[in-house]
């Protein structure tokens, strides 16, 4: 008690040769953990901060509920010539009995501030194997399990929503930070993650977990029911077995005889249901955005002349499926001139499925004539409320000016195709040459200078140059596994094109779209070295941007994959065969755009 005491004074001494402290007071109370059993131990710490020689708080005793010393702690800090102190009071809890105990609600007073210090609660269990009546019995928990959790029943299309993964384990099985999810559909949903959230000890029955909790964010990209079966990996740390040393040389194990070890958990199947998007009330300038969006327009200049530019900066924010969400069409009929939107930033978080675009349209009003911007509106598919949601931007008020020269063009720059024609500047002197010696006949030559000798002569070099190459091509290709799949990909595309136009042919259009999707897996499979179970309809779409594929040309094999999908997985067979026959004509052509570009 007389060192508690000697190290108070000379931390309130320390504290006050300190600079003053501009930060207000804080004070907080916790015990942590907030779950043990009889024969373990808890802290309750008493943190204050932010001012100068404070009165440290005392815990008043708790009936069954043994406290030790308090233990006091500081720490301090300069920052730009201004200290800081924190002090920590803590006591260590040791429980006589098991229940439920609350610490406070308690009132701290120092310099005459008084700060509300709300109750804590911790739960003492019987020790591990006992009853809750304190009776020994069999302990048939598992160590560790886990559970898949989704915030709804069911999804729609296009949204990004949670799925959360939970695993549970008996405190003394150590588990560290990390998982890896098996087993998931190959196609129709893209989970992004996971990434670890923090989480609290449970009590389940007499027992007392530890949580890891995990999120991952989760795209639907078609509509149907997907059962998740999946098997969990988790990096648990084990013990190795010690091996009995041999000989001299056989050192025993520095690290501690310590691995990781992943173990598989297998979580409760569920079903995820993703319902397709509603079909009534959908607003004419939807294109696919579901979320929670705003919108906003910046227009500038406002005042003008005719002919001249004005720049409309379009600013769309929310969460969803921002990655794919496409700035709005302005309508202004004859009295602008319009042209392509382009995209000028984005800000996009894909843990947090949420971030920003910000797009820019430019347009020239045509005449004075021009009063406004026409509003434009932004509409997107609310998942919460189930419900399409339009927002309204304008119309803009303008002030357009007659224009005081000729109307204002976008010059184009011509490159003179002509070439310059070569001026003759005088005559060559031809000189005459001396008489030779000998005169001869050109087939007086002999025989082996004849070129079909030398050509004779030629072909084993060349045949064995060709062999040479062609070797050295196939074992480069049996090395390069990515190249040799590359170059077969337009081949293996062909088997699935003729099984589209077979099917097409006889009115199957299920089979029309199976060949459709294997001929379209087959040959981005292989131009980008993916395995069946890698491809995906996102993974082609961003390495074909980023190739630099046309965005037309992108678009059309999106809705491709897009009819694939919902064929494959929802059943659906409304698809029309003219449809069809369209897609398998501009297939080619589509495949033939991908063979252009470096994947």
């Not at 609600?105 to 911790?122: F, I, M, R, T, W």
């Not at 949580?211 to 029911?225: E, I």
């Amino acid at each position: 008690m007389k060192r508690c005491i000697h190290s108070l004074i000379w931390m309130m001494t320390l504290a006050a040769a300190l600079p003053a402290v501009t930060r207000a007071m804080s004070v907080q109370f916790d015990v942590n953990p907030k779950i043990i059993r009889i024969g373990e131990r808890a802290t309750a710490n008493f943190t204050v901060e932010g001012i100068q020689n404070p009165s440290l708080p005392q815990l008043p005793p708790i009936d069954g509920i043994q406290m030790g010393q308090p233990h006091t702690s500081t720490s301090m800090s300069i920052v730009n010539g201004r200290g800081s102190t924190t002090y920590t009071v803590s006591y260590a809890l040791v429980p006589l009995r098991a229940g439920d105990f609350t610490f406070g609600p308690y009132k701290y007073q120092s310099n005459g501030q008084v700060l509300d210090l709300p109750a804590v609660e911790l739960k003492v269990l019987p020790p591990r194997g006992a009853s809750e009546n304190g009776q020994q019995g069999a302990d048939n928990a598992p160590t560790i399990f886990a559970k898949i959790e989704t915030g709804r029943d069911a999804y729609f299309n296009q949204e990004v929503f949670d799925i959360l993964f939970e695993v549970y384990y008996q405190r003394g099985l150590n588990v560290r930070s990390g998982l890896e999810i098996m087993n998931l559909p190959e196609s129709g949903l893209i989970l992004e993650g996971p990434v670890e959230l923090q989480a609290n000890p449970v009590q389940i029955g007499n027992n007392i977990y530890d949580v890891h909790r995990y999120r991952c964010k989760t795209h639907a990209l078609t509509a149907g029911t997907f059962p998740l079966d999946l098997v969990l990996h988790v990096p648990v740390e084990i013990q190795r077995e010690q091996q009995r040393r041999r000989g001299f040389f056989d050192f025993p194990d520095m690290f501690g005889g310590r691995e990781l070890q992943k173990v598989s958990v297998v979580p409760e199947p569920i079903d995820l249901v993703i319902k397709p998007l509603p079909t009534t009330n959908v607003p004419p300038g939807f294109s696919g955005a579901v979320g929670i969006f705003t919108f906003d327009i910046e227009v500038k200049p406002r005042e003008l002349q005719a002919g001249e530019p004005i720049t409309i900066a379009m600013n769309i924010s929310g969460s969803g499926n921002i990655e794919n969400v496409v700035a709005p069409t302005f309508e202004a009929g004859d009295l602008f001139k319009t042209y392509d939107t382009r995209l000028l930033n984005d800000r996009i978080d894909r843990q947090q499925a949420r971030g920003t675009k910000i797009f820019e349209q430019v347009v020239i009003p045509r005449s004075d004539a021009v009063k406004e911007l026409p509003p434009m509106t932004f509409s997107y598919f609310n998942p919460v409320r189930a419900v399409y949601e339009t927002i309204r931007r304008g119309p803009v008020p303008l002030v357009v000016h007659p224009s005081s020269s000729s109307p204002a063009q976008l010059l184009q720059a011509h490159v003179n195709g002509t070439k310059d024609q070569a001026q003759i500047l005088g005559m060559d002197i031809s000189y005459l040459q001396p008489e030779p010696r000998e005169w001869r006949r050109l087939s007086d030559r002999p025989w082996y200078v004849e070129p079909g000798v030398l050509a004779a002569q030629a072909l084993p070099v060349l045949g064995l140059l060709a062999l040479f190459l062609t070797r050295q091509r196939k074992e480069g290709l049996k090395r390069d596994v990515a190249k040799a799949r590359r170059l077969r990909a337009p081949r293996s595309a062909a088997a699935g094109l003729r099984k589209a136009t077979e099917a097409l042919r006889q009115n199957d259009a299920p089979g029309c779209v199976d060949g459709l999707w294997d001929a379209l897996a087959s040959y981005y499979g292989d131009r980008l070295n993916l395995s069946p179970g890698e491809i995906s309809p996102t993974l082609v779409l961003q390495a074909l941007e980023k190739g630099g594929m046309d965005e037309g040309q992108r678009r059309e094999l999106s809705t491709i994959f897009s009819l694939c999908d919902e064929v494959r997985f929802s059943g659906a067979t409304s698809t029309d065969a003219a449809t069809l026959q369209n897609m398998l004509k501009n297939i080619p052509a589509l495949l033939k755009a991908s063979e252009k570009i470096r994947l």
